[in-house]
């Protein structure tokens, strides 16, 4: 049974173990982590690819080794920023509410977890599969440092995942692709007097970016997800206002759905750049492909047994930033994010999570980990 003091205790202990990235430095809270779990007799190790950047994985063995189910929060937080009412590592309780840097995001998650864990364990019930427990690095700054590498190099093998990273009971099952682009144009070099004697890289940017921006493209409607957008994050260029640009960067941010192309996208940017010069470079700065689960998969329908159990209505949702379930598709382990935070309130000063929430988020997760049952898939 979930203990709900302990709970409240647990998420307070984990927000006052400072774990902001960048810089990034998980180590004092992936110590915490991984001595919790030797307590409940799980098989524990902390692989790291950086120094202090340790991830936590523990095993809990089912009574049938031949399935096992990945349950994953992460460890880091965004940066404090300024602008708290309350200490961001205080973990101060207010009004139904318990506030501290990564509340919400993401140690409400990783402490409702751990607690349902416990829970598991002190009840002596032997789940009918392997679980695998992982709060990983690196989150906030791409996991390149946390779940990447420990799926790419074989740390991490699953056959399904439950991504603990979401808010207000949400179950992600769509998420749109990621695309960054830095664009860089060189031009002329002139008097600023003789403007005709050379060529103005920002005039041309700027002809660039108003056709990106027109372009219509195809898509196919996705039910969870708003339509593809571009956003222009950031445009530098020029040396003085009395000389002609001879360059210009820009960076491009493109959020596209499930069924669209990175590459494809890249092609008819470089189309359209190529309509008022040839003298340019595009750098890939960040890629995440597009993401989609049937509703009808069993980890979907069984979270929302869960909730229900709970008195809780589930929501099926889709996801219009990048999250880590995209990452899986590569091992072809079907994957969605689910979690308990308070949407909106993430990477924001006084950020906090509701207790009642926490509570019933543990509760749920207890519930489905003790019932979930594999090869339970469902025709749409």
């Known amino acids: 049974?979930?203990?709900?003091?302990?709970?409240?205790?647990?998420?307070?202990?984990?927000?006052?173990?400072?774990?902001?990235?960048?810089?990034?430095?998980?180590?004092?809270?992936?110590?915490?982590?991984?001595?919790?779990?030797?307590?409940?007799?799980?098989?524990?190790?902390?692989?790291?690819?950086?120094?202090?950047?340790?991830?936590?994985?523990?095993?809990?063995?089912?009574?049938?080794?031949?399935?096992?189910?990945?349950?994953?929060?992460?460890?880091?937080?965004?940066?404090?920023?300024?602008?708290?009412?309350?200490?961001?590592?205080?973990?101060?309780?207010?009004?139904?509410r318990l506030y501290g840097l990564g509340a919400t995001d993401c140690k409400g998650n990783?402490?409702?977890?751990?607690?349902?864990?416990?829970?598991?364990?002190?009840?002596?019930?032997?789940?009918?599969?392997?679980?695998?427990?992982?709060?990983?690095?690196?989150?906030?700054?791409?996991?390149?440092?946390?779940?990447?590498?420990?799926?790419?190099?074989?740390?991490?093998?699953?056959?399904?995942?439950?991504?603990?990273?979401?808010?207000?009971?949400?179950?992600?099952?769509?998420?749109?692709?990621?695309?960054?682009l830095k664009v860089k144009i060189r031009g002329r070099r002139a008097h600023g007097a003789y403007p005709w004697l050379g060529q103005n890289a920002i005039d041309i940017a700027v002809k660039s970016l108003s056709d990106i921006k027109n372009r219509k493209s195809r898509y196919i409607k996705d039910r969870y997800l708003r339509q593809p957008t571009v956003n222009i994050g950031t445009i530098s260029g020029g040396d003085k206002v009395n000389v002609v640009a001879d360059w210009c960067e820009f960076e491009l941010d493109f959020r596209f759905l499930p069924g669209q192309s990175g590459q494809k996208i890249i092609s008819w940017v470089k189309k359209i750049i190529k309509r008022h010069t040839r003298n340019f470079d595009i750098e890939v700065e960040g890629f995440q492909r597009e993401y989609r689960i049937e509703e009808g998969h069993t980890l979907v329908r069984q979270l929302c047994s869960a909730m229900k159990k709970m008195r809780i209505r589930p929501l099926i949702k889709g996801s219009e930033g990048a999250t880590v379930i995209t990452f899986f598709q590569e091992k072809k382990i079907p994957a969605v994010a689910c979690g308990f935070g308070n949407g909106g309130c993430a990477h924001s000063p006084d950020e906090y999570i509701g207790i009642n929430d926490l509570y019933r988020g543990s509760c749920v997760v207890e519930e489905f980990l003790k019932n979930y049952k594999f090869n339970q898939e469902r025709k749409q």
Do not use: C
Not at 115 to 120: P, Y
Not at 160 to 169: I, M, R, Y
């Open 1 to 96: 049974m979930i203990n709900k003091k302990r709970l409240i205790k647990l998420t307070q202990q984990l927000i006052g173990l400072n774990s902001e990235n960048p810089p990034g430095d998980e180590s004092r809270i992936a110590r915490f982590v991984g001595q919790y779990l030797d307590r409940l007799g799980l098989k524990t190790t902390m692989p790291a690819f950086k120094k202090n950047r340790q991830n936590v994985i523990g095993v809990l063995k089912g009574k049938n080794s031949k399935h096992s189910l990945l349950l994953t929060p992460h460890l880091d937080t965004v940066p404090r920023g300024r602008n708290w009412h309350f200490d961001p590592f205080g973990g101060s309780i207010s009004r139904g």
């Open 110 to 180: 990783l402490a409702a977890a751990m607690e349902a864990i416990r829970s598991i364990v002190e009840e002596k019930t032997t789940l009918g599969y392997n679980l695998v427990f992982a709060a990983t690095a690196d989150e906030e700054s791409g996991s390149g440092l946390g779940l990447v590498p420990l799926l790419k190099k074989g740390i991490l093998k699953a056959d399904a995942a439950v991504v603990l990273d979401a808010d207000d009971f949400h179950i992600i099952v769509s998420q749109k692709g990621l695309l960054h």
